[in-house]
């Protein structure tokens, strides 16, 4: 692990291979601790998935290029359209010339091909995109957990499922990756602050992410986490279920 930037206590951590977790812990009042997580893929034609918050730029920014250089980025993905999820989307872009958007055709549609300084390359649900040594493909989840637009990746060759704000768990996420119950913690906070949307195909999604077999979970919100994410997924859907 490689911390980048001691005043914020942002730091790096390879969580599977080629793939880095960026974290940078943070303090919201009434709620303690949290953290803001962006994953980068390593490769021919690297990926960040998530941008963070646009104050938070010059931090992710410092994060990645301790890893590559910023500007041989090609792809700014995000799950949903969020402050945390694409907030500084056209600060990257400008970072990174060849870079473009990635996201839902929905997301496309209804905010990126406005909100953005350059067209979105879009990807359907179950459409498959290789970066070189790793392969990505897009899973439609509207409103899964919230938002008309959201959707994860799944990267086939490490099983890592870019899980976007499901497991959101509280605290800076100081372990890099964990091998502990993250169901439990991130229900507590769902409780505290319901920020699902509650939909009828909630448990028909979560079976589909299921199917993938993740190994590996890349959270949004705290720490990442290694198992056997089909049985985690299904738990939720059991919880969701009431």
Avoid at 29 to 58: C, V, W
Avoid at 127 to 145: I, K, N, Q, Y
Avoid at 204 to 217: D, F, I, K
Avoid at 231 to 240: C, F, I
């Amino acid at each position: 692990m490689t911390i980048t930037n001691r005043q914020s206590g942002t730091r790096v951590h390879e969580v599977a291979d080629g793939i880095y977790r960026i974290n940078t812990p943070v303090m919201l009042e009434g709620s303690g601790g949290f953290s803001f997580n962006q994953y980068l893929i390593k490769d021919d034609e690297p990926l960040l998935f998530h941008t963070g918050l646009r104050k938070m730029f010059a931090l992710v920014r410092e994060a990645v290029a301790c890893v590559l250089p910023p500007e041989s980025l090609r792809y700014i993905g995000f799950s949903h359209v969020e402050a945390d999820e694409c907030g500084s989307l056209n600060e990257w872009l400008a970072a990174a010339p060849q870079a473009v958007p990635l996201c839902s055709q929905v997301a496309g549609m209804v905010s990126i091909n406005d909100m953005a300084d350059r067209s979105p390359r879009t990807l359907a649900d179950g459409e498959a995109l290789s970066l070189g040594r790793h392969r990505v493909r897009w899973l439609d989840t509207p409103h899964l957990p919230h938002a008309w637009e959201c959707g994860l990746l799944t990267e086939e060759r490490t099983q890592t499922l870019f899980c976007g704000d499901l497991f959101t768990q509280p605290g800076a996420g100081s372990t890099p990756v964990t091998e502990a119950d993250i169901l439990g913690p991130s229900e507590a906070f769902r409780a505290q602050m319901d920020y699902f949307s509650h939909t009828t195909s909630a448990a028909g999604m979560l079976e589909r992410l299921a199917s993938t077999e993740p190994a590996v979970l890349a959270c949004m919100h705290g720490s990442a986490w290694r198992g056997d994410g089909a049985r985690l997924l299904r738990a939720l859907a059991v919880r969701l279920s009431g």
